[in-house]
């Protein structure tokens, strides 16, 4: 047992004992006894009130003087509130240098709860996004950021890939956001002024549009002498004759490839697109067919509609992609064989195919298939009169539709393309009731 509690026994047995004797003496042991216990009771009391007015003041003076077992816990009381006050500031600094760190960062840090309602942010975010303490803190996000993008972004939590926004602020410059989730699903947002490399990719694609354009007409006089030319082949020497019929694919390939760079610039650029409306996927596919039966002549074309629902979108856009699909198909499979283009939709996505029994791609070649220029087999592609550039349009079209492309391939066997299309841009067919 401790000294003060050994000490507090002693004199509470001392102080028993002498009232005793007292009562003893005088005949009054009950009396005594009870003035003793009183005495005890008050002065307990007395230590209890002076703790109480202590603790009341927040204890934040020197603690009242007593003691035995009071003046034990008054130290110890003071002692942990030093403790705790020393921690406190202890924390209270990390915590500002933390804010002051992130106060400083360039790029734009905002915390927002669960439902993304703003809780704290820094300066470069209060300046990208145009926030002013305290009047927006508790405000949506989405109030402040009022772009649908945005809107879709954050309520659809499509956060694994950063988002690329006009500041709603600042005219001309443009914004980065990318979004973590983190503790019970609340959100931390990070912002980086992409202006200048905004800027940057916005020079290349106009660079690649304007001098796609301007090969057009060269491109055209080209083709058009070597169109006479090729009339009058007959009286050319043979060594020339051979020199018109390469030119002329040759001038083929260049045209292929400047609208194909065309079609991708305009895809990139997202303005001057045709609106989206309703179409039949059947009709599609049957057009698509009927314009590669020359090239697919060795090959069984086999369409299997699995569904009638209709399909939303662009429809210049859709037949680019699908029949760069189909004409892959055909290109790839030299030596014939079936391929399957199926059309299905169930309640959660609607999906186009195109499968073949072709050369088959290597797995390690898949994951780069859509880049620009890509090519499995470079001499195949120039045999082929392939751009490089198909696929790149295909996943570009994609994008605009909120599909996704899954290829499967197996070397030697043959691959299958895939467009998984969202249950919004399906419809499925009115079944009338007889
Ligand atoms: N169905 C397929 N079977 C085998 N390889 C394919 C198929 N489709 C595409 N590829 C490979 O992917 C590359 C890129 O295709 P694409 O972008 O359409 O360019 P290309 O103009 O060469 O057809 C092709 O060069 C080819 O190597
Ligand atoms: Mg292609």
């Avoid at 705790?84 to 500002?96: E, V, Y």
């Avoid at 926030?131 to 993008?149: A, F």
């Avoid at 990719?201 to 796609?212: G, I």
């Avoid at 292929?256 to 309703?278: A, F, H, P």
């Amino acid at each position: 047992m401790k000294k003060v509690w050994q000490h507090a026994f002693i004199r509470w047995s001392l102080g028993l004992l002498v009232s005793l004797t007292i009562g003893f003496l005088t005949g009054r042991v009950f009396l005594c006894l009870f003035l003793f216990v009183l005495i005890v009771l008050c002065s307990n009391l007395h230590q209890l009130y002076q703790f109480h007015s202590w603790i009341r003041r927040s204890g934040k003076s020197l603690p009242p003087e007593a003691s035995g077992i009071w003046g034990d816990v008054f130290d110890a009381v003071h002692r942990l509130q030093k403790k705790q006050r020393k921690s406190k500031k202890r924390m209270r600094r990390a915590l500002s240098r933390i804010e002051n760190s992130t106060s400083a960062l360039k790029e734009g840090v905002i915390m927002a709860d669960n439902l993304g309602n703003l809780e704290w942010w820094n300066e470069s975010a209060g300046q990208f996004l145009g926030l002013m303490k305290p009047v927006d803190r508790g405000q949506p996000i989405t109030n402040i950021v009022r772009s649908p993008e945005f809107f879709r972004y954050f309520t659809q939590k499509r956060f694994s890939d950063p988002l690329i926004i006009k500041s709603p602020k600042s005219k001309g410059m443009y914004l980065e956001i990318q979004t973590t989730l983190y503790d019970k699903n609340d959100h931390l947002i990070f912002i980086r002024d992409i202006t200048n490399l905004h800027l940057l990719e916005e020079m290349r694609k106009d660079f690649v549009a304007n001098a796609s354009h301007e090969l057009k007409t060269p491109l055209t006089v080209i083709k058009g002498y070597l169109e006479t030319l090729d009339m009058f082949k007959d009286t050319l020497p043979k060594s020339m004759q051979k020199g018109v019929v390469n030119m002329t694919e040759q001038s083929d390939r260049m045209e292929q490839l400047i609208e194909d760079l065309l079609l991708l610039s305009r895809l990139e650029s997202n303005d001057k697109r045709e609106t989206d409306q309703w179409h039949d996927v059947h009709e599609l596919i049957r057009a698509i067919v009927n314009s590669v039966q020359v090239i697919g002549k060795d090959h069984t074309l086999q369409i299997d509609m699995q569904s009638d629902s209709k399909l939303y979108g662009s429809y210049k856009e859709l037949y680019s992609a699908f029949s760069n699909l189909v004409v892959n198909a055909i290109k790839y499979s030299p030596n014939g064989g079936n391929i399957i283009i199926t059309w299905k939709a169930n309640s959660k996505e609607g999906v186009f195919s195109v499968q073949d029994e072709g050369l088959g791609i290597e797995a390690r070649h898949i994951s780069r298939l859509t880049e620009r220029f890509f090519r499995v087999d470079k001499g195949r592609g120039s045999n082929t009169g392939g751009t490089g550039l198909g696929l790149a349009i295909v996943k570009h079209v994609l994008l605009h539709h909120d599909a996704k492309l899954d290829i499967t391939s197996q070397v030697g066997n043959g691959s299958t393309f895939s467009c998984h299309f969202a249950t919004a841009r399906i419809q499925q067919p009115l079944i009338h009731s007889t």
